[in-house]
């Protein structure tokens, strides 16, 4: 049987993958024959699917339409805040995929991406595709990062990440420790009170609560151009609410004012039933709730071998140095949703100047050639810093900085 082809890959179908979709089908591209998109989940709505009950639109964070959806006549502007995020988001982004005819493929897993030659392999659970470009979209929600501390291992109680959490209720009644700085953690914090019997918070370095009720741009900048710095240079990415603060909200000022959100520095160890602090002290602990963020989901591009010895990938002009045909999309500080959106216009510029007017690779008839060292790229064209590819903008996205603002609060 003859393998799959098309240009362009395209993996994941959160804002980030949908966005790219939207763009390239604007300068021409077709979904479903130029370029597919696959995902893993069972239905649509990204990683929002997965989201704990009680989270609500706008909350906390501001979630931004993706391109062309007003034109739908829908916004999270006006969407309802009274319901789970996880099914308003998931409700629009099928309309959405409805609507400009993306064809998502689903439930499709990437297990690795292939190097062979001047083409690129995607292995998936439905079976090869060749395509000469691929654009990773698969976000962080599927690597949730957990930092080791002594006695993890010991400890007896219940532990949950952000990724795994449900609900307040599944800790009714015990003294739960919360670790980590930022929204989520103190999201989780103001949910437990009145429901846990106590709750303790420990965060790495203090937390920064800024005196205005929003994120001071020049700092989110500076935030932001630290990952980015990162990223590029290939440094693993750093918080980037390690570089901002948190915006004292009226919820937030309050629960200060109650005394919830009282962060301690990190304790020295667990034990099989406490935390033990820097000083000695020991409190019984019954659950430990991890909202220490998440990285890229990027393993299954191991083959390609795009990391540096430092720990990340680097990235310039949207595509991956070590192998130009690989675009990132929705990576470091293009980790929100207006974010999602900036990447996706620029990542579909770079991926139309490289393939879009070039035919899918030819897929052989035979069994494929074993897979060669050197990387002859084909007809693929990197990607250079200005692709002059006009199509017309709809100014319907903020033309500010205001993805910063979302990016702040995306992980931990
Ligand atoms: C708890 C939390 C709250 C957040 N709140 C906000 C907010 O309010 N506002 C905001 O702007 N940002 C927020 N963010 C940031 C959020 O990450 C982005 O907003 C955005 O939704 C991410 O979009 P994405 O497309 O990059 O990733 P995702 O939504 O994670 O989509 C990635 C997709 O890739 C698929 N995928 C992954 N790996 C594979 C594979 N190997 N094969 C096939 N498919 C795969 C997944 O199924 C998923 O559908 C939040 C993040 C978190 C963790």
Same mark, same amino acid.
């Given at each position: 049987?003859?393998?799959?082809? /098309? ?5 994941? #179908?959160?804002?980030? *993958? ?27 709505? *990204? ?13 906390? &964070? ?38 400009? =005819? ?24 439905? *079976?090869?595709?060749?395509? !000469? ?33 449900? !609900? ?16 989520? /953690? ?9 429901? #846990?019997?106590?709750?303790?918070? /420990?965060?790495?370095?203090?937390? =920064?609560?800024?005196? &205005? ?9 500076? /935030? ?51 935390? %033990? ?22 393993? &299954? ?5 795009? &990391? ?5 990938? %680097? ?39 490289? %393939? ?54 995306? =992980?931990?």
């Amino acid at each position: 049987m003859r393998d799959e082809t /098309a240009s362009v890959v395209i993996i994941g #179908a959160g804002q980030a *993958g949908l966005s790219v979709a939207y763009y390239l089908q604007r300068l021409g591209m077709r979904a479903g024959s130029d370029f597919l998109v696959l995902d893993r989940g069972p239905g649509a709505g *990204g990683a929002w699917q997965h989201r704990w009950e009680s989270l609500r639109l706008g909350s906390a &964070h501001k979630v931004h339409d993706l391109p062309g959806m007003k034109t739908m006549g829908i916004s999270f502007e006006t969407a309802d805040r009274t319901r789970p995020a996880r099914d308003v988001v998931a409700e629009y982004y099928e309309q959405y995929e409805l609507h400009q =005819d993306l064809r998502v493929r689903r439930p499709v897993q990437v297990s690795a991406v292939f190097d062979r030659g001047a083409d690129l392999v995607v292995r998936t659970d439905r *079976g090869d595709i060749l395509a !000469s470009a691929v654009v990773n979209a698969t976000g962080t929600w599927g690597a949730p990062f957990v930092p080791y501390y002594p006695g993890v291992l010991d400890f007896r109680g219940k532990q949950v990440h952000t990724a795994t959490y449900t !609900s307040a209720e599944d800790f009714r009644g015990q003294r739960v420790l919360v670790v980590g700085g930022g929204t989520s /953690a103190i999201g989780f914090l103001l949910e437990l009170e009145g429901v #846990a019997e106590k709750t303790l918070w /420990a965060t790495r370095r203090p937390v =920064d609560f800024l005196d &205005h009720g929003t994120l001071d741009l020049e700092d989110a900048v500076t /935030a932001v151009a630290q990952q980015d710095a990162a990223a590029r240079s290939g440094r693993a990415l750093p918080s980037i609410v390690s570089g901002t603060g948190v915006p004292r909200t009226r919820r937030i000022a309050a629960g200060i004012a109650r005394g919830v959100l009282d962060a301690r520095p990190m304790f020295a160890r667990l034990e099989s039933a406490a935390v %033990v602090w820097p000083d000695g002290a020991r409190e019984q602990v019954d659950a430990v709730v991890w909202a220490t963020g998440f990285r890229p989901d990027v393993r &299954h591009l191991s083959p390609l071998k795009l &990391h540096e010895k430092e720990g990340g990938i %680097v990235v310039a002009t949207g595509a991956a140095q070590r192998d130009p045909r690989i675009f990132f999309a929705g990576y470091g500080p293009m980790a929100s949703t207006i974010g999602a959106n900036r990447s996706g216009r620029i990542v579909a510029r770079q991926v139309y100047a490289a %393939v879009g007017d070039r035919p899918a690779p030819v897929a052989p008839a035979a069994p494929p050639p074993a897979p060669q060292p050197a990387r002859a790229r084909g007809s693929f064209r990197p990607a250079t810093s200005e692709v002059p590819i006009p199509f017309k903008e709809q100014q319907e996205e903020p033309q500010d900085g205001v993805s910063i603002l979302a990016r702040f609060f995306a =992980d931990d």
